[in-house]
């Protein structure tokens, strides 16, 4: 069994900062990719930013310049530091992480909600 959790969501005023982690926990033996995707009200879930094993990212043209994606090996965890947020990056923001024990499966976390007024 894995298990993605995620944390570090909330309210916050347009122009400010929030950093989201998500730790994984249970049968690992390494991960591959890691990364953020959001869904916002009846729009489709879309990517925000991935990492691979050895560091190198990825992210959506929206973000680009704003937020940033690390992880931490060690402890399993994936991080997004959003600054400069905007009423329309609110979503509800999931990760998720290619996870390798026996086989290679992707697992989700259950998502953390991101609210930014305006």
């Known amino acids: 069994q894995v298990q993605l959790v995620e944390s570090g969501g909330g309210l916050v005023q347009a122009g400010g900062s929030l950093r989201l982690s998500c730790a994984a926990s249970?049968?690992?033996?390494?991960?591959?990719?890691m990364g953020w995707y959001r869904q916002a009200p009846g729009k489709k879930r879309e990517l925000v930013a991935t990492?691979?094993?050895?560091?190198?990212?990825n992210y959506a043209d929206s973000v680009k310049g704003r937020f940033a994606i690390s992880r931490d090996n060690a402890k399993n965890t994936v991080y997004l530091q959003m600054n400069s947020l905007k009423p329309e990056d609110s979503a509800v923001y999931y990760c998720?992480?290619?996870?390798?024990?026996?086989?290679?499966?992707?697992?989700w976390g259950q998502g953390t909600q991101v609210t930014v007024s305006s």
């Open positions: 998720n992480a290619e996870i390798y024990y026996l086989t290679y499966l992707t697992y």
């Open positions: 249970g049968s690992i033996h390494s991960i591959n990719g």
């Open positions: 990492i691979n094993s050895v560091g190198n990212t």
